[in-house]
């Protein structure tokens, strides 16, 4: 038998074993009635609140937890990247395989996005592109991680279940024991989507927002202002000025709308998307919600394109000059070569 026959056959092995494993899991898992998590909008304090000098009150949430976490992932993959990168430049230019093949396949279709958009500001502009998306994509993508949301400290609370001993800890578990039990528990998860926290979304937003200006006042200068404050035409042009002049205000209104827009969108999909597997998971067996875990994959993939493509799309617009007809100023370009 040959060498690749046994690694077929190793293969296949594997894929029956891991299938073993995973309905193992799942009927493991459904022994014991679920019960519906506890849903609020403000994140859950890990530690008691301290006074902070100039910041006021200060306690570490379970969000921040998530915030944390999902910074490591991309540090691992921007290391494993560079050191992929520098592998196959060694080995005399091959081609990079595994994940850091595919994050290069990500970058290199994102980069032309950009390309399109922004011209000769896209060296500038692809790199806040790129973090967005891909800061946007691993927080969605925590609440597919097992434990997230489910794993945390228990606390006394008379709306909550009794908990149950198992072999690695304790669960809550619906029924009427909680007499045997020892009380009513709620669950504060360690970790929780960092999405659905409102500070999250709007801090992101605002970066977003505030550098689409940065970029406007960097290819236009003062004249970029004139986008929101157009007042050239309305004396010698009366009736076209006054529309100019209202034309500008709305701009700067919209300015304002794109915060509150990029917030919530991604909260509101968010959000909506961790109650939904709550629920989920409240009503039909574990195995059954392969589908809206798949959903909620690709939710959080539109939502990090979604909001990654209209910061840049933004900030192609900003660099362009009211006349339409041209990208950036000299700097722009010589930055670009």
């Excluded at 306690?59 to 592998?87: G, K, Q």
């Excluded at 929780?192 to 999250?200: E, G, M, P, Q």
């Excluded at 003062?222 to 007042?231: A, C, D, E, H």
């Amino acid at each position: 038998m040959t060498a690749s026959s046994n690694n077929r056959i190793l293969g296949i092995k594997n894929r029956y074993l891991v299938l073993v494993l995973l309905i193992g899991w799942a009927v493991a898992f459904n022994i014991m009635p679920p019960v519906l998590v506890h849903i609020q909008l403000p994140p859950e304090e890990l530690t008691h609140a301290v006074q902070l000098p100039l910041l006021g009150k200060f306690a570490f949430t379970n969000t921040m937890a998530a915030m944390l976490l999902s910074d490591l992932i991309l540090l691992v993959l921007a290391f494993a990247f560079s050191r992929a990168a520098r592998a196959a430049l060694a080995a005399g230019g091959r081609a990079i395989s595994g994940v850091s093949g595919a994050l290069e396949a990500l970058m290199e279709a994102l980069y032309g996005l950009t390309e399109t958009n922004a011209g000769r500001w896209t060296r500038e502009i692809f790199p806040w592109f790129a973090t967005i998306m891909l800061v946007v994509l691993v927080n969605n993508w925590l609440e597919l991680i097992p434990g997230v949301d489910s794993i945390g400290i228990l606390h006394a609370d008379e709306h909550g279940y009794p908990v149950q001993e198992l072999a690695f800890g304790t669960t809550l578990v619906a029924g009427d024991a909680h007499h045997a039990a020892g009380g009513l528990f709620g669950l504060v998860p360690f970790v929780r989507v960092n999405s659905t926290d409102l500070n999250f979304t709007v801090a992101l937003a605002l970066i977003a927002v505030v550098m689409v200006q940065v970029f406007g006042i960097r290819a236009l200068g003062v004249g970029y202002f004139k986008k929101f404050w157009n007042t050239s035409t309305l004396f010698t042009k009366p009736m076209f000025g006054v529309i100019d002049f209202g034309v500008g205000l709305l701009e700067l209104v919209s300015e304002f709308s794109k915060i509150l827009s990029f917030s919530f969108r991604l909260f509101g999909n968010v959000f909506a998307g961790s109650v939904l597997l709550f629920v989920i998971g409240f009503l039909v067996p574990s195995f059954a919600q392969t589908i809206f875990l798949m959903l909620e994959f690709g939710v959080g993939l539109i939502q990090a394109v979604v909001f990654g493509m209209l910061t840049m799309v933004f900030m192609s617009q900003a660099v362009v000059s009211h006349h339409g007809d041209e990208h950036a100023d000299p700097e722009g370009a010589a930055a670009h070569h």
